[in-house]
Structure formats: structure tokens, C-alpha cells
């Protein structure tokens, strides 16, 4: 896990259209590695969730060239064990991903982490809803080593 450079951090909530009041003060921004690097940015207010847009090209281009081949992951947190999560994935061919296995793994490493969860612990996130794809992903977050993710999903055609 590593932070997220200032001006980066800026021009990312630029490109989703959200100011820095919009995060959760209690959840810091941070890049979490899970087979791919997540920007991991946790809102404070569903309504703004739910609302927020992207410009897939713009964020595209940041992700290349920052060199992240995951998703970045906006989430709500329920509580402590439980999120909605919107994964953009604008390198592919869609825009949001409905279920992305390498981003809850890397929740669940970031939660582990900061101390927002005492391992073992499960945390749910409920993904996909937002481009018609309901997902529920769990990730088994032991004391130490990996993050076992599992689910369900709705195939894409």
C-alpha cells in the first residue's frame, strides 16, 4: 500500500468531478496492490456516490500513465465490513467493471491495513448496481498473508 501523490490525488477527483470534502476522512486515499494497483477513494455521502461521472478517455489516460492495469475503486462504506464499490475500467471494454476479484482483494488488504478491521475478518462489497450488473464479492481477510475474494456476478454477454 502506498499514498497517492498530492496533485495526482487533485487531478483524479477533477476527472470524477468530486473536491477533496467529498472523501471519508476516516478511510485515506492510498494505492493498494492486488495483483494490479488500485487507487482506493472511499466517499463520505452516497448521494455523491451514486452521482459522480467520469470522462472514461480522461481517466484512461491517467491510468496509463500512471501505470495502473486494475480499476480505481470509489467506494461507500456501510460500515467497517461492508461497501458498495463502483470500479471504473476505462482500459477496457467497458467503463465500470461489476465485479472486480484484484479490487476487493486490495479493500481487503487496505481495510487490514489501517487498522479498520481486526483480522480475521470478512468484508462484503456489493458491486455493479450502477451499470446494471449486481455483484456480491466477499474477501476473507486473515491475520496475515493474502486475501482470498469470492462471489458472485451477472455475466456480461
Keep these: 500500500m502506498a499514498p497517492l501523490d498530492a496533485a495526482v490525488l487533485e487531478y ?16 485515506p486515499v492510498r494505492l493498494s496492490y492486488a495483483g494490479n494497483w488500485h487507487p482506493i477513494l472511499v466517499l463520505r455521502d452516497r448521494t455523491v456516490f451514486d452521482a459522480f461521472r467520469f470522462d472514461p478517455v480522461a481517466l484512461r489516460a491517467l ?3 500512471k501505470g495502473w492495469k486494475g ?23 467497458i ?15 487496505y481495510v487490514r491495513a489501517l487498522g479498520v478491521v481486526d483480522a480475521p475478518a470478512r468484508v462484503i462489497v456489493h ?19 493474502g486475501i482470498v475474494v469470492s462471489g458472485t456476478a451477472v455475466p456480461i454477454a
Design 95 to 109: 467503463t465500470e467493471d461489476p465485479a472486480t476479484g484484484s479490487a476487493a482483494a486490495s479493500l481487503g488488504g
Design 63 to 65: 491510468m496509463d500513465a
Design 12 to 27: 483524479l477527483l477533477g476527472l470524477l468531478g468530486l473536491a477533496p470534502f467529498d472523501l471519508d476522512e476516516r478511510y
Design 71 to 93: 480499476t480505481v475503486s470509489v467506494l461507500f462504506a456501510v460500515s467497517a465490513h461492508e461497501y458498495e464499490a463502483r470500479n471504473l475500467f476505462p482500459v477496457g471494454a
Design 127 to 145: 458491486q455493479g448496481r450502477h451499470v446494471g450488473r449486481p455483484s456480491l464479492l466477499t474477501g476473507d481477510i486473515p491475520e496475515a498473508g
